[in-house]
């Protein structure tokens, strides 16, 4: 498992339905963050897990958005009810934070479609 | 809220020249790293300067912090055209924070 690998790369879905976006880090790393880039811009911060803490949920959008950690290893991002203002680019990211952050790992990302 | 602003948001220089681009953050960090990003996706990896650290430096790039005022600047020397991207500043304040980024900088760089 060479770098962090995420899934569909591409996804084109109806207004109203749900999506889900995976995320697969590298192994061993504790760190995992998720962001959206809207074409053009920064990246803005979602949400980070950092092994057993309570995630940092502070840039959620909406309630509409959320995201899981299971066994402190895949993630999962899951929008609800997805509306055109959430078609961007998801990216997850990956580090061996401990304490302080060190180099983050990116993965090729999500092109969420929203139609 | 982000973290970091970097600046100009735009940039084109000739093959050959140096490029400089600026960031400014708002409150006390660990450490700040710059990335590269082509064709808006997955984001590579380019220098970590610490809190402590006043320069590095890695093949053609040349990174200063500046703490007292809360900025750092990413040079890139003897540019080519294959440098070519967005780069973009991230910090992770004191605590357990997320590394947050800013909105970049594009850089062309014409041959």
């Known amino acids: 498992g060479a770098g962090v690998s995420q899934s569909p790369s591409n996804k084109v879905t109806e207004k109203g339905k749900d999506v889900e976006l995976r995320c697969d880090p590298i192994?061993?790393?504790?760190?995992l963050y998720w962001y959206r880039q809207s074409l053009g811009q920064g990246l803005e911060f979602l949400i980070y897990?950092?092994?057993?803490?309570?995630?940092?949920k502070s840039g959620l959008p909406s309630d509409r958005f959320s995201a899981e950690r299971t066994g402190g290893s895949v993630s999962t991002l899951t929008i609800q009810r997805t509306q055109q203002e959430d078609s961007a680019v998801y990216l997850c990211?990956?580090?061996?934070?401990?304490?302080?952050?060190?180099?983050?790992?990116f993965g090729q990302g999500t092109r969420l479609t929203v139609v | 809220s982000q973290q970091g602003e970097e600046d100009p948001q735009a940039l084109s220089i000739q093959e050959g020249e140096n490029a400089t681009m600026n960031c400014s953050y708002k409150?006390?960090?660990?450490?700040l790293q710059w990335y590269r990003q082509n064709s808006g996706r997955g984001l590579v990896h380019l220098i970590l300067?610490?809190?402590?650290?006043r320069e590095k430096h890695s093949g053609r790039l040349r990174v200063t912090l500046d703490t007292s005022k809360k900025s750092s600047s990413l040079l890139i020397t003897a540019s080519r055209a294959a440098d070519t991207a967005s780069y973009f500043c991230?910090?992770?304040?004191?605590?357990?924070?997320?590394?947050?980024f800013g909105k970049g900088t594009r850089l062309s760089v014409i041959a």
């Open positions: 897990f950092q092994g057993n803490s309570a995630p940092d």
């Open positions: 192994s061993g790393h504790t760190a």
């Open positions: 300067i610490r809190s402590n650290e």
């Open positions: 990211a990956s580090s061996l934070a401990q304490g302080t952050h060190t180099e983050a790992f």
């Open positions: 991230a910090t992770d304040a004191l605590g357990n924070t997320p590394l947050v």
């Open positions: 409150t006390s960090i660990n450490n």
